[in-house]
């Protein structure tokens, strides 16, 4: 091999351990949510071949990797692991507060820098706001013609959007 060769190799193994030694450690959430969830399976007899049977198929290779690759970098780049949120919900930190979202629950909640915090929960008719303390600060209801009416926390109307307006600020 020639000498050209090899400084390329060289040079390309040098620049690959670069790239994956950002100081990107992280926490590697998905890897102990799969390991705890791995110890909910009974006995330690029951424990311990779920534990092979996740390793042979290789679960927890899988968790490894995704954890590596793309969870770690964000929790790099941004402060923030999508898997640290407990039951689905994915944490965003932003510089007004954070925001945090629950696919599962249907759910986004804002909570600004002060502390105060507001839930918006989405339901088939509509959407209801509450408060940090649970209590209904606002609800909105989809009406037939596809608009959407607003109303306060004592049922008042405050106001609506067509479908139109709503296609327009979406976009």
């Not at 040098?14 to 799969?34: N, P, Q, R």
């Not at 009406?143 to 049922?155: F, I, L, P, T």
Request: hydrophobic share 45%.
């Amino acid at each position: 091999m020639s000498r050209r060769w090899f400084q390329i190799i060289a040079l390309t193994v040098i620049a690959g351990l670069m790239i994956m030694s950002v100081g990107c450690y992280g926490s590697f959430e998905l890897t102990k949510k799969v390991h705890k969830w791995n110890g909910t399976f009974g006995n330690k007899w029951v424990v311990e071949i779920g534990f092979l049977v996740l390793n042979i198929v290789p679960v927890y290779g899988i968790a490894a990797t995704i954890d590596a690759l793309i969870l770690n970098s964000l929790e790099f780049w941004t402060g923030s692991n999508p898997a640290m949120a407990e039951n689905g919900a994915t944490a965003v930190e932003t510089e007004n507060g954070s925001i945090v979202v629950n696919a599962a629950g249907n759910t986004v909640t804002f909570t600004d820098k002060a502390g105060v915090s507001m839930t918006v929960e989405v339901t088939a008719e509509g959407a209801i706001v509450r408060s940090a303390d649970g209590a209904i600060v606002a609800r909105s209801a989809k009406n037939a013609d596809g608009s959407v009416s607003v109303y306060d926390s004592n049922g008042s109307y405050l106001g609506s959007m067509s479908r139109d307006q709503i296609a327009a600020a979406v976009r």
